[in-house]
Every structure is written in structure tokens, then in C-alpha cells.
């Protein structure tokens, strides 16, 4: 049986809409074709319109994926194109937050960041929510990291 992971007895993480983990550097957002196609329902748009217009071509297949959801240049850096800085002043709301990709939804119980107290860490200088808030149990921070995983294979 494998030794529990250095966070067996959780997490504490609570999100403060501040937007980090949707900005900064350019990157990307995947996301599945059935994805794509609830995002274009919800926006009342053909799958083929809401590629065209909110999403890039990667050039290249991330993961499996090549597209990407588009960014706007702001202040704080390149702004996923669903995150909404207008509605609310001083937070950074998703606004197809019901509707968002399995790798928006898992964060931030990525591998990456839960592989070392010190990743864990370093995730903090970047997210405000990091350390705060309730204690996310171990079951519930493994079921993120397995659809993480789950979704960078499908």
C-alpha cells in the first residue's frame, strides 16, 4: 500500500475571486469537445461559431487538444476571455463559472501543486486563496486530482 500523501489530512483553500489563477503569463485553458459544445449552448452560438470566436488554434496538440480559449491583454496580464473584471469592481469573476473546463474546475488540486509542501508553497505566491479558508479532505483532493488526470487523457 503506498504511504499517504504529505497532505492526507487536507488542504485549506477557499477561493477569494481574484482572478491569479486566470491571468498572468500567456497560456492555455483546454477543454473536451462536449465542453466546447455546452459552453456554445449556454452562449446560444453553433459549436463551430463559438470556436471561431472565442477560442485559437494551439498549432499544436496540448494533451490531446488544439485549441485554446482566447486572452485579452489587461493590467494583470493575459486575461482568460471569460474572466470578467467589470461586473463586480475589485473581483475577477468567471462568467461561465457553471460551465467551466475540468482544468478551471480541478484547480488548484493540479498535480503540479500538490506534489511537495514547497509546490504548495510556491502556488501561494501566485494565489491569494492558498492557506485560507476551510480544510478540503484528503477524498475530496484526490476525486480533483483524478479528473484532472482523467481529462488529460481523454
Given at each position: 500500500m503506498?504511504?499517504?500523501?504529505?497532505?492526507?489530512?487536507?488542504?485549506?483553500?477557499?477561493?477569494?475571486?481574484?482572478?491569479?489563477?486566470?491571468?498572468?503569463?500567456?497560456?492555455?485553458?483546454?477543454?473536451?469537445?462536449?465542453?466546447?459544445?455546452?459552453?456554445?449552448?449556454?452562449?446560444?452560438?453553433?459549436?463551430?461559431?463559438?470556436?471561431?470566436r472565442?477560442?485559437?488554434?494551439?498549432?499544436?496538440?496540448?494533451?490531446?487538444?488544439?485549441?485554446?480559449?482566447?486572452?485579452?491583454?489587461?493590467?494583470?496580464?493575459?486575461?482568460?476571455?471569460?474572466?470578467?473584471?467589470?461586473?463586480q469592481?475589485?473581483?475577477?469573476?468567471?462568467?461561465?463559472?457553471?460551465?467551466?473546463?475540468?482544468?478551471?474546475?480541478?484547480?488548484?488540486?493540479?498535480?503540479?501543486?500538490?506534489?511537495?509542501?514547497?509546490?504548495?508553497?510556491?502556488?501561494?505566491?501566485?494565489?491569494?486563496?492558498?492557506?485560507?479558508?476551510?480544510?478540503?479532505?484528503?477524498?475530496?483532493?484526490?476525486?480533483?486530482?483524478?479528473?484532472?488526470?482523467?481529462?488529460?487523457?481523454?
Amino acid at each position: 500500500m503506498p504511504p499517504d500523501p504529505w497532505y492526507s489530512t487536507g488542504l485549506r483553500f477557499e477561493c477569494t475571486s481574484c482572478g491569479q489563477c486566470c491571468t498572468g503569463a500567456p497560456g492555455y485553458v483546454l477543454f473536451t469537445d462536449a465542453e466546447a459544445a455546452r459552453i456554445a449552448g449556454h452562449l446560444g452560438l453553433s459549436k463551430g461559431d463559438f470556436l471561431d470566436r472565442y477560442t485559437t488554434d494551439l498549432g499544436a496538440a496540448v494533451s490531446g487538444r488544439s485549441r485554446t480559449f482566447k486572452e485579452n491583454e489587461s493590467e494583470q496580464g493575459h486575461d482568460c476571455i471569460f474572466l470578467d473584471r467589470a461586473t463586480q469592481p475589485g473581483k475577477a469573476l468567471c462568467s461561465i463559472h457553471e460551465l467551466r473546463p475540468t482544468q478551471c474546475r480541478t484547480f488548484p488540486f493540479w498535480p503540479e501543486h500538490v506534489e511537495s509542501p514547497r509546490a504548495w508553497q510556491r502556488l501561494s505566491r501566485q494565489c491569494e486563496g492558498i492557506d485560507r479558508g476551510p480544510t478540503i479532505p484528503l477524498t475530496q483532493i484526490t476525486i480533483q486530482l483524478e479528473s484532472h488526470r482523467n481529462d488529460r487523457r481523454s
